[in-house]
């Protein structure tokens, strides 16, 4: 079935670090895939999407690349702020009505002033 | 401003206790979602609703129940039968392909 797995946490970062959280998915046809933040105590909200191969979604200095070829979509920043520090989750949607998100377990990032 | 609503944000329920959560939406989204998360764990489905007066379970529906009576509301009931209640739970509407929408979720403790 289909499935996403992402890089487990926590990770822990200094201020001005470049991120980069591994993203994979094992999907028929052609979904749409989703980086999705959750701050503390809050819900999640959408950060960024792709919705075909090869386009880059990016949002707030985040950035993520479709890529069919290696069935990826890694989340990346330059240049992290202790205020990026949240819990991401990658997820695919395959865009048919009666279909579920499905979503990663989810990466935890602690950003060190 | 279109978005969902959870109410209330912190909820307490006494043992053998019903207890409701309210999730609003005026998204006119037609699919509904309820997912329970766990200190440091992920989101698992309970239930969810792709048109009114229809719903399915998800993967850890015991214990729980919804209705689906109007397109912008789908209350969840942790009944009693759900022996281990505490949780945050997070309410999500959808409108394919752009991605789910969350409320701001609802932390439930059994006192």
């Known amino acids: 079935g289909d499935s996403v797995t992402q890089m487990e946490g926590p990770v822990t970062l200094s201020e001005e670090a470049f991120l980069t959280i591994n993203c994979t998915y094992t999907?028929?046809?052609?979904?749409?895939l989703f980086w999705y933040v959750q701050y503390p105590g809050e819900g999640l909200q959408l950060l960024l999407k792709?919705?075909?191969?090869?386009d880059k979604g990016s949002n707030k200095g985040f950035e993520a690349t479709y890529r069919k070829e290696t069935t990826s979509f890694h989340l990346e920043k330059g240049s992290v702020q202790v205020s990026d520090s949240a819990v991401y989750f990658c997820?695919?949607?395959?865009?048919?009505?009666?279909?579920?998100?499905?979503f990663g377990k989810g990466t935890r990032l602690h950003i060190l002033p | 401003d279109g978005g969902i609503t959870q109410s209330p944000k912190y909820l307490f329920r006494k043992e053998g206790q019903n207890v409701t959560l309210s999730c609003e939406q005026n998204l006119n989204h037609d699919a509904m979602y309820w997912y329970r998360q766990d200190p440091g764990q992920g989101l698992r489905l309970i239930y969810y609703s792709q048109i009114v007066n229809d719903f399915q379970k998800g993967d850890i529906a015991e214990g729980y129940s919804v209705s689906r009576e109007k397109k912008e509301s789908f209350p969840l009931t942790v009944t009693s039968a759900q022996k281990n209640p505490t949780a945050f739970y997070l309410c999500?509407?959808?409108?394919?392909?752009?991605?789910?929408?969350f409320g701001s979720g609802t932390r439930l403790t059994v006192v």
């Open positions: 792709a919705t075909k191969a090869d």
């Open positions: 997820a695919l949607e395959k865009g048919n009505r009666d279909d579920k998100i499905i």
């Open positions: 999907a028929t046809g052609y979904p749409s």
């Open positions: 999500a509407s959808n409108s394919p392909p752009y991605g789910y929408t």
